[in-house]
């Protein structure tokens, strides 16, 4: 069974910055598309960044200029680089994995951001 584990989250002022991880079990990792979504008090769980396994990305327009996602195959991890965070940006971010050939998907128990002076 696929494992996703993240890290990172905490309480930043706005403004700050926060580094995220995900790290995926198993040897499947160069074949998963990683995504990054979150979910605020009262809304529904959306997507805020995604990276292929080529390594394309994508993010929705709210983050696009201040969240960066990467990968790193040797480590199986994908990161998300949060900068100028606004209060907006609070949430329960959650990875997410989808294997390209079998469709599988796999999520992590998320990680706490709170932005808020």
């Known amino acids: 069974q696929v494992q996703l584990v993240e890290s990172g989250g905490g309480l930043v002022q706005p403004g700050g910055s926060l580094r995220l991880s995900c790290v995926v079990s198993?040897?499947?990792?160069?074949?998963?598309?990683m995504a990054w979504h979150r979910q605020a008090p009262g809304k529904q769980r959306e997507l805020v960044a995604s990276?292929?396994?080529?390594?394309?990305?994508d993010y929705v327009d709210s983050v696009q200029g201040r969240f960066t996602i990467s990968r790193d195959n040797a480590k199986n991890t994908v990161y998300l680089q949060m900068n100028s965070l606004k209060s907006d940006d609070t949430g329960v971010y959650s990875c997410?994995?989808?294997?390209?050939?079998?469709?599988?998907?796999?999520w992590g128990q998320g990680t706490q951001v709170t932005v808020s002076s």
């Open positions: 997410n994995a989808r294997n390209i050939w079998t469709q599988a998907q796999y």
């Open positions: 990276i292929n396994f080529s390594g394309r990305t």
């Open positions: 198993g040897n499947a990792f160069r074949v998963f598309n």
